[in-house]
């Protein structure tokens, strides 16, 4: 009865959150500076938080109860920067989509680029949430790596994007 319980629980929240990624923005969202939109993710920061040999040292360096505590807020903190990430991502997809239809092949082709990976890492994203909480009840390996090289490709895009659309300024990285 209570495994029952737990699965019709899980379908739940996995429906709800499958509901919720495909609805994606709402209009309202997609009035407003796309810019101001975007949320920063600390790349590095998010590469020290799913190091496996990070999670090792501290493993062997603490006390198995203060282990599993910091690698609980450890794999949350990887939840926002992955939700973060996500989030840019389809901030990212309108705007490449309009940038597609570029009659310059290499900024259109550029744009398709930026929006191949920007759906990628939203798949990836998708993904990986789930099994980090899964992670955080039973204590399995999972590498959410594939997110962190996708927003990478993605940020370099968008600054070649930027570049191609305004040769004389350097945007920023996401």
Known sequence: MIITVILVALAFLALLFLFRAAR???????AEDPAQQLRPVDVEA????????????????????????IRRERLRAAVDYISCAAHNAAVLLPLAEAARQSPDPTMAQAAQNLIDNAIR???YAFRAIPWLYVSMIFPRRFSPLPVVENYERMSRQV???????????????L
């Open 24 to 30: 994606g923005f709402t209009s309202s969202r997609r």
């Open 46 to 69: 998010f590469r020290n938080l799913i190091d496996p040999d990070e999670e090792e040292f501290l493993r062997s360096h603490l006390p198995r109860a203060d282990f599993r505590k």
């Open 121 to 123: 890492l939203r798949l």
């Open 159 to 173: 600054a070649r994007l930027g570049l191609q659309h305004r040769p004389r300024e350097v945007s920023p990285p």
